[in-house]
């Protein structure tokens, strides 16, 4: 997860919405600028001038003969030349992609149609912080607090039952106004505190949730749901909500987490790769007929299946009583049937080479299951969530979720 804190500064007060590539990349870093570039900006031809990302001085962008350069205002020197054409067209971010990329990443329902480009705060959408109550939510980028506060006093006296203003670094606010805020039932918010990025996409942090059960606890006590399980795994829309020990983020929807979420709802239960595949993504038949030989029918092949997991059961009893014999000889038939399953034959009587089918499916399923658990491992996620799958986790031809102690999950 990372946090976004030099782009709120940037354009907290900043006039307008628009800089070059070079002041954006200054903002974001080389890595970030081309993902959120394609994602949230919109190209509005060559700029005039721009920012050094140096020392902050104005530069006048002027044609050259291998791209642009970059003249310093105050002494004329060229400072910079052949710049490319990327690095110095001005982008503007584009309030409707914004805005419906905050809407999902905060589990808001957002407002159709197009965005009033405007100084004043604008519909982000709706949300519902309790059964029966729907707040509206507005976004402002504001190029003065003066502009700021007059906002705030409009959106006060317009409001029935509240209201959240979301705005890039929280302001200050006198004593009055915030009162009043509290009496309108409404929380004036810093997207700084809020959103964060992470997997090519805006993403809630820890302090969204924080500020939702403050908000309810203060307002709408009595119609507050029970407390949030303290280990869940469940799909929202386009997000996954993990929650782990109490802890709290979310996830990009995704194949990896689907699989997970089947595992978790089958602790101590070994899979079949092809038939978790089948669970997730309903393609009935996966790995259900044939071997590399002749075709074999189902009967056969769950018959081979429940041999494999018996035989590993005793594997398993023979290395807990470190009987070697037992474990040489159980070994060798588990590999004869894992030779055997990883050769089971596609769709419709295909013979395939022993690399695809089953075995192919098993890899693409731990590599999408390690993408789930890098991801919760990553800096300002849940760590602590990621290590306890990995180590619960067994990847292979059957899947299982073993934990150590048993958690219950909420899925």
Avoid at 246 to 271: C, M, N, W
């Amino acid at each position: 997860m990372i946090p976004l804190n030099d782009f709120w500064q940037f354009i907290a007060f900043r006039p307008g919405l628009g800089a070059t590539g070079l002041e954006w990349c200054s903002v974001f870093g080389d890595d970030l600028w081309p993902v959120m570039r394609q994602r949230m900006f919109i190209g509005d031809g060559i700029a005039s001038s721009c920012i050094s990302s140096g020392d902050s001085r104005p530069m006048r962008v002027v044609p050259g003969s291998g791209g642009f350069q970059l003249v310093c205002e105050a002494t004329g020197v060229v400072e910079s030349d052949a710049v490319p054409e990327e690095d110095v067209r001005c982008y503007r971010l584009d309030l409707r992609a914004f805005r419906d990329e905050t809407a999902g990443a905060l589990g808001i329902e957002p407002e159709p149609g197009t965005v009033r480009d405007a100084p004043g705060a604008f519909p982000l959408g709706d949300w519902q912080p309790v059964e029966g109550v729907t707040l509206p939510v507005y976004l402002m980028f504001p190029p003065t607090a003066k502009l700021l506060q007059v906002e705030i006093q409009r959106l006060l006296l317009s409001a029935g039952d509240g209201f959240i203003l979301l705005v890039p670094e929280l302001p200050r606010l006198d004593r009055a106004t915030r009162d009043l805020i509290e009496q309108k039932k409404a929380m004036v918010l810093a997207l700084s505190d809020v959103l964060a990025w992470d997997d090519s996409t805006l993403c809630s942090t820890q302090a969204w949730q924080t500020y939702r059960d403050a908000y309810c606890a203060r307002h709408h006590a009595d119609r507050m749901v029970p407390a949030p399980p303290s280990y869940e795994f469940r799909k929202t829309g386009d997000y996954w909500t993990v929650r782990f020990n109490g802890e709290f983020t979310t996830i990009k929807d995704a194949i990896g987490p689907s699989y997970v979420a089947q595992l978790l709802a089958r602790p101590h239960r070994k899979i079949f790769a092809p038939d978790l595949l089948e669970a997730v993504t309903g393609q009935v038949g996966i790995g259900k007929v044939g071997s590399a030989g002749e075709q074999t029918d189902n009967q056969t092949l769950d018959e081979v299946k429940k041999k494999y997991l018996n035989i590993q059961a005793e594997l398993e009893k023979a290395e807990r009583n470190n009987d070697l014999a037992a474990q040489e000889r159980l070994q060798r038939e588990l590999d004869s049937l894992t030779d055997y399953l990883k050769t089971v034959k596609g769709f419709n009587g295909r013979t395939r080479k022993a690399s695809d089918d089953a075995d192919k499916i098993r890899r693409a399923m731990t590599q999408a299951i390690g993408r789930v658990l890098d991801s919760l491992g990553a800096e300002g996620k849940l760590p602590a969530a990621a290590q306890h799958l990995r180590n619960a986790i067994k990847t292979g031809l059957f899947m299982s979720y073993e934990p150590e102690e048993e958690l219950h999950w909420s899925l």
